[in-house]
């Protein structure tokens, strides 16, 4: 069946540093989604992107959708400490009925 | 607006005795599912229903039942806890399913279970 892959697992940054997460699927996708989920919450939708080298930004945060759409791109600019969580892409392949989610990129932000 | 609902927060259970999970949306949202998250592995869906009274297998379903009872409810059974069902489960509801476009999930603040 269809796999998500995303790295790295963890990733420990100085605030103010740039943050990258890279998603990537066994599959194609029609889709992929973003969720942010701080420390003891729940995931929270972020974006999702649809089209082919489809680029999404939300202030400090750059979203990215492969040309080739089995792969996708979080970059986040300038770090801050509210930025701490672990991210999620979710994708959903063509052929799929439901989101296959990755296993996360934990992101801690060092003051 | 409450979104999705869960109850309860924790909840510790013995092997071999049953539970049921309640979660709850006020969203008017068609579709609904339940997910386990384990560290290391993301979130897993484990049964989903993509409108009332439809319900579906996802990745992991063995061990669990589920029932729609309503639009707005959708219930997760455990028949006998084993330890591996040890986990964070997490409810969640959508406007459409997945494959009818821009639908994001909206997920509860989650149960953590514990299987002793």
């Known amino acids: 069946g269809q796999q998500v892959m995303q790295i790295p697992q963890y990733q420990h940054v100085q605030e103010g540093e740039d943050f990258t997460t890279y998603c990537n699927s066994s599959t194609t996708l029609s889709n992929i989604q973003w969720y942010k989920q701080r420390p003891g919450g729940h995931p929270v939708f972020l974006i999702q992107?649809?089209?082919?080298?489809e680029v999404k930004k939300q202030k400090r945060l750059t979203f990215q959708f492969g040309e080739a759409k089995k792969n996708s791109s979080l970059h986040i600019t300038a770090t801050q400490t509210t930025d701490v969580g672990t991210y999620f892409c979710a994708g959903l392949g063509d052929y799929g009925q439901n989101f296959v989610f990755g296993p996360g990129t934990r992101l801690s932000v060092l003051p | 607006n409450a979104g999705v609902t869960q109850t309860p927060k924790f909840q510790v259970l013995k092997t071999g005795q049953s539970m049921t999970l309640q979660c709850a949306q006020d969203m008017n949202h068609n579709s609904m599912y339940w997910y386990r998250q384990d560290p290391g592995m993301g979130l897993r869906l484990i049964y989903y229903s993509a409108s009332e009274g439809t319900t579906d297998k996802g990745e992991v379903p063995n061990g669990y039942n589920v029932s729609r009872l309503n639009k707005r409810e959708f219930s997760l059974r455990l028949e006998s806890a084993a330890p591996s069902q040890t986990s964070v489960y997490f409810c969640?509801?959508?406007?459409?399913?997945?494959?009818?476009?821009?639908?994001?999930?909206?997920f509860g603040n989650g149960t953590r279970l514990t299987v002793t």
């Open positions: 992107l649809v089209k082919s080298g």
């Open positions: 969640a509801s959508s406007e459409y399913p997945p494959r009818r476009g821009d639908s994001p999930l909206h």
